[in-house]
Nanobody, 114 residues
Framework: QVQLVESGGGLVQPGGSLRLSCAASGFTFSRYGMSWYRQAPGKQRELVAHITSAGSTNYADSVKGRFTISRDNTKNTSYLQMNSLKPEDTAVYYC????????WGQGTQVTVSS
């Protein structure tokens, strides 16, 4: 079955960096686009970044120039490099894949605070 396991979250000061990882299994990773979403307390889940199977990327306006999504098809892993973090980036970050069904990871908490 499809499994998505996020890691790399934590507490970081404003201006800091984190790299999230999403280890995928149960499907042919290289054939599908991968997405990162986030959900802050009291807010709806929002798309942060997407990478297609061919490697094209797009980002939410709020993270453009600060976040970078990537993938390593040899490791079946997607990454989200987050730089210049702001308090408003605080959220639970989720990995997502749509293979006909919509699959989510369990989420990883990112807290940006001094």
């Amino acid at each position: 079955q499809v499994q998505l396991v996020e890691s790399g979250g934590g507490l970081v000061q404003p201006g800091g960096s984190l790299r999230l990882s999403c280890a995928a299994s149960g499907f042919t990773f290289s054939r599908y686009g991968m997405s990162w979403y986030r959900q802050a307390p009291g807010k709806q889940r929002e798309l942060v970044a997407h990478i297609t199977s061919a490697g094209s990327t797009n980002y939410a306006d709020s993270v453009k120039g600060r976040f970078t999504i990537s993938r390593d098809n040899t490791k079946n892993t997607s990454y989200l490099q987050m730089n210049s973090l702001k308090p408003e980036d605080t959220a639970v970050y989720y990995c997502n894949v749509l293979t006909g069904l919509n699959y989510w990871g369990q989420g990883t908490q990112v807290t940006v605070s001094s």
